[in-house]
């Protein structure tokens, strides 16, 4: 490829509206350029990167057996419904009517298609298990686009489904699939760590993200010295132990306090206890219904807003209590009584590791002092809904850290939560009964994972590309163009390389040296061979590795030798 004719130019500065490394460089090195806020026009430059991505898990996942198609983008909105999920909170589901009345769902995730398609078959369970896969583009209606590629509102993923007939069978494809993986974002040049994670919106009892360590990732995670034990904070679960075991029980009591002591800042102010002492009440609101939930929990402790989601049936559906909803159940902020309010009460764990709490029935002049869990108070619903923090234990007692990453991929297990939902989606088992698919869901957006390389892969003047996803292979920079005699020789050395299969972008612009290097620093493209005078004068062509920075000076033959393996 000529640079001259490329389509789409390089930038001298940077933009100010950029909010990540990869977001800059993309956009300045000339490899995507914004439509409206979350999408992206994919410039030459970088669909050639897309593509080799693309080329990798494709590869990868026909390796592993699984078979590729495509489903349409529009999805009938009676699929959605079948699954429940067009109430799916804050998912962010597009919809759209046709001139016919018909209702659509903008594809987000393809779990209804596929199971559609495969009912429509009937299928026995010597046909299966079976794994089929597309890349298609998604919608998703994000509050916030932000990061460039990281957080966006259309993307490409790829997307698949494997069908199998038990949770036996089931385990033999996911742990294929999570090798899969691994060596998907090994050829790319990431690291992921496969992290234990919350299914949210898609259903199921467990799955797994695949998370790149990177300070610009959203997505936190809790690791153990050994590193035996990776989990999103989502999921992440904890052994706390007893505040003060020894201390002997005493009488509640109500005592006299100050109308200012309303959150645990004003608490230690006044009576200069630990935090753990202290009874919290966190109040959400359910969006779908107006349920007001009240989470009781140890003073130290924040609530983990996923766990108590799924604890009581609201995926993405709570939000925090405003002060109107506080005074519909009787109540204001600094006043929310541990029990006795009209609202669905939810205990955490951490509520039976404390003796003689302080708090629970604020008033404008009194609260309760030596309260404990189980004999003064209990609610209905008890269950782990503490967000771990780094210094804790787990399980296994071992000390815990918090790492920050991108998640570059995912893989879920289903169940039945669909096909037990969508009338039909059924095998035909060796005793002759109609059964579920047993399924999982595996997911990789392809432009955050080139976003996440660049994220890790630069340096102060650009991008420095891993050769398997690099746009071109090699970049040709040709010097003194304004000389035939140069430049008759560059174009040479370019057909040369062309026709031995060298995949090269050739900078033949008639621009100062300086600004070709500057180009080509950004760009990233792992090799670069200057062709002028100089080399032409000794018969050697500067070459610069751009990762390491080695510089080699070789003669045509020995830099066909190098590039082409001999």
Known sequence: MRQSKLFGKTEKTDRVDVSSISHRLLVKGGFIRESVAGRYYFLPLGLR??????????????????????????????????????????????????RRGGKFALGGTAEEMFVDVVRKFQISYKDLPFNIYQFSNKFRDELRARGGLLRVREFVMKDAYSFDRDENDFLHTYKLMSET????????????????????YIGGEYCHEYIVDCEAGESAYLVSEDESYKAH?????VELPHCNPDEPIRDMQTIEQPEWVKDMADNQKHYGEPLWRYLKNVVYKRIDTGEIIIVTIRGDLEVNKAKLEKLVGAIELLEPATDDDLRSIGTKPGFVHAWGLQATYVADNSLKTVTNFIG?????????TFVN?????????????VLAKPGQINSDVKKISLRRGIEVGNIFQLGTHYTDKMQG????DKDGQMKPFYMGC???GVGRAMATVVELYNDEKGIKWPESIAPFAVHLVSLQNDDPEIKDWADGLYSTLVSRGVDVLYDDRELRAGEKFADSDLLGIPIRIVAGRKAKEQKKYEVVYRSSGELFYWSEEELLNNLLGG
Request: glycine share 8%.
């Open 373 to 385: 869990y189980g004999r003064d108070f209990s609610h209905p619903i008890e269950a782990d809904v």
């Open 360 to 368: 629970g029935q604020k008033t404008e002049s009194t609260d309760t």
């Open 49 to 98: 990167v897309h593509q080799k991505i693309t080329n990798i898990i494709k590869e990868e996942m026909d390796k592993a057996g699984a078979q590729e198609m495509v489903s349409p983008i529009l999805h009938p909105l009676e699929l959605w419904q079948e699954s429940n999920r067009d109430n799916a909170g804050n998912f962010g589901l597009m919809m759209i009517e046709d």
């Open 442 to 444: 595996y997911g990789i």
């Open 425 to 428: 989606a059924t095998f035909r």
């Open 181 to 200: 993986y691994e060596n998907i974002f090994s050829r790319m040049g990431l690291k992921a760590n496969k992290v234990l994670a919350d299914n949210g």
């Open 233 to 237: 904070e989502d999921v992440a679960q």
